[in-house]
């Protein structure tokens, strides 16, 4: 009656085994000389070499020491060489072609580094979104291609137009001496970026796995693109209910947007390594530090202009101690709390990338105004289009964050055209405004910028049409605020979110900023002076301004977005504030003890206290947030029972249409299922939060809670069969004695946990 | 010497060091450990035939046969660590459903089907 069958003997590593790993590596190894190869434009015969060495090599050891570290050296190198052909080398190229021998004048090194990651991201997401409506299929050679391409396009446009350039165009490679830091300096930003990067890993290393609800749901749309080639369409089958009758129906989705996908889709496509698995973590993980360094070269600017030649001292109140301070305060500070290394594994993708964009726009508007640049505006604008292709909350918040920047000018302005000795005050404000309005008119009227605008309304209008535009989603977003989470929080909230000391120094910051401007008697009339030194605050100020009204009262601006969620951008501007703050006091520490009010040893006791509160506030938050143990076993589970019932579903056709559904409050990385099955983003269903069920302001339909609470019951039969559901995915202990006591279903899976019951055909 | 290229040439390092810990430690992690799955071969026909799959140490896995809550039949096999069996029995007649219950140390697990 009974026969048992060995189905996979004990492991040994055989010449089968051997030759399985030549060609794996191989195949590896030639994928990565093909992304590399345009890079150093070399040809296939560098593969086959690398082929060559590898054969000898791996007949030479012992092959199993060495299988499990070149497969992982392999795919590491893969990521590492996309990463750079995808991340750094468009951007840099578009920023050779743009400023040529420039270059090295206009940026610094540590600038070019985080301008080409941001502007590759943003070159990347236009070209793909360009050729995938072309009709192009996406995949790696498209890609090599395509990026290749435009990399040689751009070092054309650079050689042609660089040979054209006098002589007396050419600068010295070396000029940028203003932003050069000292020995100290350079060593103190190398370690706070180890500690930065140190905290970070630390708290990674038990969250690297992937099972964050929000990453697998984005996961799934980049999969969609690798594994189809074209452009997602984002919708999803909802259970719709109509009277007594549930159907499901195709709605689209307008949470979603397409720049949060397509560079995973790009690195996957490029490495091969699978969506479940470190690679989109990491790539948030650079993301975030490439924000953080945003945030550092915005400041390194916003202060050279005021802070350069004023009147306190230059060896403490220079702009690069207060970029110093900046780093130091967003950096190992508040590492792990939102917006910081749990949005790296919570698979925040929009809202990261929003904040390496948001600075990085800030920055180029700001060196647009001051140096009257055309083509740093070009770049502002390109960056801000960007932005609104990967994420519409950070887009939405962006403009909020200019109209306060731009009425915080005015007012100053005014204020400070008051302040001026002149007779007629009316006519000196007038006259001011009318020659602003003619620099600006010369920065917004210049080909680039007009061609730039052309292209990204035929762009918007006739390529590709954010979703939430499509769906009509701003009209959820503006209005009276509908649940308790979008009324605003309270300034005891607003503190925590900002981060206590953070908040405490911003706001010392902030008048030590406003006493600058307003203070100093000696006031230049000359028209630029007055207005560039305005930037400064203006940006600063209207920026904080605009996220403590937008957190706080969003009943005001008429905004209806969750308030916690906005208040994750508010730390920045208030970091910035928080850094002038903060050295402000040092000045004062060190102006006591030059004019001997205090002794020697007095000023080193207050500056150790100073600094270790400081420290002691930043890293408490750090310690309270580290995770608790390790969710990689029950997410394997998960991973496992999806993986058994994808495969059985593809061996039979017959179930192609039948629905499965799963549950989301006790199954660990549930939204990571529908990458097995890929059938739809709704693909299980899911029985959600129960407090969603409950949720009066958002009714919803019932079903998926009726199909696993209680299946037996004649209104949960009802939504079986008008679903077509017929697997259900559970907790054993949990969820499993319901569907054990019905006669319904069948046992089919089971695991330490999780259980798959079907439900019997009659 | 200490310019901001020797920043940029350390956070290289950093970020290197870094992904590549992160990375083998995901790796590591991907590891299924002291679990076993047991499942229906075809979970889509009236096929009793189901399988043992081991994620923890090599072990005696004994399973029981109920038809109709009476044991018909019991059996033990021996399952290797990262390894399954496929255990074949063949179809009772007019059997409505069936139960499978494989019991290993103190775990015990159970699969049931209706076979009409």
């Known amino acids: ?762 | 010497m200490f310019d901001q290229k020797s920043i940029l040439i350390s956070l290289t390092i950093f970020i290197i060091i870094s992904f590549s810990f992160l990375a083998i430690l995901e790796k590591k992690q991907h590891q299924i450990k002291d679990n076993w799955f047991l499942y229906f071969e075809n979970i889509e026909d009236a096929s009793p035939n189901f399988t043992i799959e081991n994620y923890s140490k090599t072990g005696n896995f004994t399973w029981e046969i109920f038809i109709n809550d009476s044991k018909v039949k019991e059996d033990s096999a021996q399952v290797l660590n990262n390894n399954k069996k496929n255990v074949s029995i063949d179809k009772p007649l007019g059997v409505k459903s069936i139960k499978i219950v494989v019991s290993y140390s103190k775990d015990k697990k159970e699969i049931y089907k209706n076979l009409e």
């Open chain 1, 1 to 762: 009656m009974v026969r048992i069958y060995e189905i996979k003997g004990g492991v040994s590593y055989d010449r089968r085994t051997k030759e399985c790993l030549i060609s794996y590596l191989s195949r590896s190894g030639i994928i990565f000389f093909k992304i590399i190869s345009p890079i150093l434009f070399l040809n296939s015969q560098i593969a086959s070499l690398y082929n060559s060495i590898l054969c000898y090599y791996i007949n030479s050891f012992n092959i199993t020491v060495c299988l499990h570290f070149m497969s992982i050296f392999n795919e590491l190198l893969l990521f590492f060489s996309s990463i750079i052909f995808l991340l750094f080398l468009p951007g840099y190229f578009l920023l050779l072609a743009i400023f040529r021998k420039k270059i090295n004048q206009k940026f610094s090194p540590i600038e070019i580094a985080v301008i080409a990651f941001a502007t590759s991201l943003i070159t990347f997401d236009f070209l793909f979104i360009i050729f995938g409506k072309i009709g192009f299929n996406i995949n790696r050679n498209s890609i090599l291609a395509i990026i290749s391409f435009f990399i040689l396009a751009c070092y054309g446009i650079y050689k042609l137009k660089a040979k054209k350039e006098t002589a007396s165009d050419t600068v010295p490679k070396k000029n940028n001496s203003k932003l050069e830091f000292n020995k100290i300096q350079t060593i103190l930003i190398i370690l706070i970026l180890f500690l930065t990067i140190f905290l970070k890993t630390s708290y990674l290393a038990n969250s690297i796995f992937p099972t964050s609800t929000d990453l697998g749901h984005h996961m799934y749309w980049s999969k969609l693109v690798a594994e189809t080639g074209q452009l997602p369409h984002y919708q999803k089958n909802e259970i719709i209910q109509t009277a007594d009758i549930y159907q499901l129906k195709t709605n689209p989705i307008a949470d979603f947007i397409i720049g949060e996908h397509l560079i995973f889709s790009g690195i996957n496509l490029l490495s091969k390594i699978s969506f479940i698995s470190y690679f989109p973590a990491l790539t948030l993980f650079l993301i975030n530090i490439f924000g953080i360094l945003a945030m550092f070269i915005l400041s390194l600017r916003i202060f050279d202009l005021n802070f350069r030649d004023n009147t306190l001292n230059k060896k403490i109140f220079n702009p690069a101690n207060l970029a110093i301070l900046t780093l130091f305060l967003i950096g190992p500070f508040y590492a792990i709390t939102s917006p910081q290394a749990k949005f790296i594994s919570g698979g925040v993708i929009g809202n990261l990338i929003g904040n390496l964009l948001i600075p990085l726009c800030l920055y180029f508007y700001f060196r647009a105004i001051k140096e009257k640049d055309s083509w740093m505006l070009f770049l502002a604008i390109f960056l801000s289009a960007g932005l609104f292709y990967t994420h519409h909350l950070s887009g939405f918040i962006f403009i909020f964050i200019l109209i306060f920047i731009i009425l915080i000018f005015n007012f100053l302005f005014i204020l400070k055209n008051i302040q001026t000795n002149t007779s007629s005050k009316i006519r000196n404000i007038l006259s001011n405004y009318k020659n602003l309005a003619k620099d600006f008119f010369h920065l917004f009227f210049s080909p680039p910028i007009i061609t730039l605008l052309i292209f990204a309304l035929l762009f918007l209008f006739f390529v590709y049409t954010p979703s939430y535009i499509v769906t009509d989603a701003k009209t959820t977003v503006v209005g009276a605020p509908s649940k308790s989470t979008r009324a605003g929080l309270t300034l005891e909230q607003f503190k925590y979110a900002v981060g206590e000391m953070r908040l405490a120094f911003g706001i010392v910051g902030f008048f030590i900023i406003s006493g600058l401007i307003f203070i100093k008697k000696k006031l230049s009339i000359e028209k630029n002076i007055i207005y560039t030194r305005l930037l400064m605050p203006s940006l600063l100020f209207g920026w904080a301004l605009a996220l403590f009204m937008m957190t706080t009262k969003p009943q005001w601006m008429r905004i209806n977005i969750p308030s916690d969620r906005v208040a994750n951008y508010a730390n920045f501007p208030f970091i910035i504030l928080a850094a002038t703050g903060i050295l402000y006091l040092l000045f004062i520490l060190k102006e006591l003890k030059n004019n001997f009010i205090i002794s020697k040893k007095i000023q080193y006791f207050l500056f150790l206290l100073f600094f270790s509160t400081i420290i002691f506030m930043g890293y408490y938050d750090n310690s309270s947030s580290l995770s608790q143990g390790q969710k990689n076993q029950k997410a394997l589970q998960t991973f496992h029972a999806s993986e058994f019932l994808a495969n059985q579903i593809k061996s039979h056709e017959n179930l192609y249409s039948a629905n499965i559904i799963k549950d989301h409050n006790y199954i660990s990385a549930d939204s990571w299922m529908k990458l097995f099955f890929m059938t739809d983003y709704n693909y299980p269903l899911s029985r959600g939060y129960f407090k969603r069920y409950e949720d009066i302001t958002k009714p919803r339909e019932m079903c998926t809670l009726w199909m696993i609470s209680e299946p037996s019951s004649q209104r949960a039969q009802n939504c079986f069969s008008s679903t077509n559901t017929k697997y259900i995915i559970v907790d054993t202990s949990v969820d499993g004695p319901q569907f054990k006591a019905s006669s319904n279903f069948s046992k089919i899976y089971e695991g330490n946990s999780l259980s798959i019951f079907s439900k019997n055909n009659r």
